[in-house]
């Protein structure tokens, strides 16, 4: 239940937020989404303090809903103020503080709620989005829009999204790549328990050294990520994340010897941070920033939908199949969406003149 209220408002409103951030003021739209989410925070703790733990579904779902507005709207505002030579190594730092948060967000809520007890520890999350939205605040204001603009129906303006896309062959094939990749990742997302007990025969709580190596990996490739942002493209740090997430993937399906499930999903981690900054550099890099919250809202749900719909067969694959082909099949995904990103590597232009921006 927590699952379909964190994923559906995904599908539901992506689109509007996409929109939403193309016609709005990005840096308001943050501002208002962290209240936001400060105050479903604190309806949660009101709940927790009334005796009824329901509306955990509910901060849950208005949570997810503001993150589909104000991620789109984060685009918008990189795009508005970065400078495009600046674009990769911003977006690189912008990840490396994500994943160190990441993997220290957790810490801490158990640090505070062993120490003080869950109202404190949901008080302090609430408290958090508000230190968000004071530091959102000091932004440079948001230009004027254009009131024509905001005329627009909200279904000629995603139509508008649409087209765009279908014209810009890039954003076409990283719309494809993500659907590829996001089946690879739906195979394996709920698997990680059976690699530890039928794979590699050891007790369940050998897992969390599988996150942990992971999360690691993450710190490491965020820093190195910022540090070779300056020597390699873009387009060559999404290659090197789908060809070694392919592989580690491969390896962990069919290893037996824990040091090496261990290094592959290190690796995987060490990666994921360069291909994300890959996949937002490319897309802002091609994308007019009239356009930003659009394409963002559009093919964001793609990586997502598609995990989706493997993640909810995986299970009965995994009783017809192996844990070890599910793993193989990821990998197999994973090759096919850096097959479908060739094309990036022409010498010639891709669509118009987009291959100045790769």
């Not at 360069?274 to 490319?282: D, I, S």
Request: glycine content about 10%; proline content about 3%.
């Amino acid at each position: 239940m927590i699952s379909v209220a964190e994923f559906a408002p995904i599908f539901i409103f992506s689109f509007i937020g996409g929109v939403w951030a193309d016609q709005w003021n990005p840096k308001k739209t943050m501002v208002l989404c962290d209240v936001g989410s400060a105050i479903s925070v604190a309806f949660v703790l009101l709940a927790l303090l009334l005796g009824t733990w329901k509306v955990v579904f509910l901060a849950t779902l208005v949570s997810s809903i503001l993150s589909q507005f104000s991620q789109p709207s984060g685009m918008k505002l990189f795009k508005q103020h970065v400078p495009e030579d600046q674009l990769q190594t911003g977006m690189s730092l912008f990840q490396s503080v994500m994943a160190v948060f990441t993997l220290i967000g957790p810490v801490l809520g158990t640090l505070f709620y062993y120490q003080f007890g869950v109202e404190i520890a949901i008080g302090m999350v609430s408290i958090c989005f508000l230190l968000s939205a004071a530091v959102l605040s000091m932004l440079p204001a948001d230009a004027k829009h254009d009131k024509m603009k905001l005329s627009n129906s909200m279904r000629t303006e995603m139509a508008q999204g649409l087209n765009y896309i279908k014209d810009k062959r890039i954003l076409l094939l990283l719309g494809t790549c993500f659907c590829f990749t996001g089946l690879g990742v739906g195979f394996i997302q709920p698997l990680g328990i059976f690699l530890i007990t039928e794979r590699l025969g050891l007790p369940k709580d050998y897992l969390q050294w599988l996150m942990s190596l992971n999360g690691t990996g993450m710190i490491v490739g965020g820093a190195l990520t910022v540090m070779l942002s300056k020597v390699m493209s873009a387009r060559s740090l999404l290659a090197v994340g789908l060809a070694v997430n392919g592989v580690c993937m491969s390896v962990s399906g069919l290893s037996m010897l824990l040091w090496l499930t261990l290094s592959a999903q290190f690796l995987i981690g060490m990666v994921t941070p360069g291909f994300q900054v890959a996949v937002q550099t490319l897309i802002l890099k091609n994308t007019e920033q009239a356009y930003v919250g659009r394409v963002n809202g559009i093919l964001s749900p793609l990586f997502m939908g598609s995990m989706l719909i493997t993640m909810s067969m995986s299970g009965w694959l995994k009783e017809q199949l192996s844990v070890m082909v599910m793993y193989l099949l990821a990998g197999v995904f994973f090759a096919l969406g850096l097959l479908i990103i060739t094309p990036l590597f022409r010498k010639e232009p891709i669509a118009e003149a987009a291959g100045d921006f790769l």
